[in-house]
């Protein structure tokens, strides 16, 4: 019997998710961990029931991604999970194989992570599931009226 498309991309573990994750690596010199540091934005794909399991489990991949250690000059490095940048149920259009990823650099992402970070609703997935229409884009705020 041959599987339709869509049965093939979920499989019996559920919805297939992209999440886009944000880590930062922090590296200490004299102490100081400086204001523009260098950052990862992953994407990583994962099957759940639902948006909210598959943001659970997105963060849980993100925190067992960190790491620190020394770099070639003995620098103490780490490497930190800021949060879930987004997160996207993917449908049809999308191969079993498709990854995309960025390294980017960022002013005190960890700091600024409640602005770079957007509040669960504001993700692509769950605003879908809760409205049945997806966003343009997530992570930025919306104005009602023009700013003066």
Known sequence: MKRSRNTRKT?????????????????????????RR????????LSAAGARSALA??????KAGEY??????????????IGVTDLLELGVECEPDE??????Q?????????KLIPAPERLNAIA?????KPLER?????????IR
């Open 38 to 45: 260098l950052c990862e934005d992953r994407i990583i794909v």
């Open 106 to 114: 960022k002013v005190k992402p960890m700091e600024r992570r409640r």
């Open 68 to 81: 620190q250690g020394p770099n070639a000059d003995g620098t103490p490095v780490f490497f930190e999970f």
């Open 11 to 35: 499989g019996r573990l559920g919805r297939r998710y992209a999440a886009r994750l944000l880590f930062q690596f922090r590296v200490m010199v004299d102490g100081h961990p400086g204001v």
């Open 57 to 62: 489990k997105a963060r849980a991949r993100g």
């Open 99 to 104: 990854v995309w990823y960025d390294i980017v």
């Open 138 to 146: 997530t992570g930025k705020a919306r104005r009602s009226a023009p």
């Open 128 to 132: 879908r599931e809760r409205s049945n």
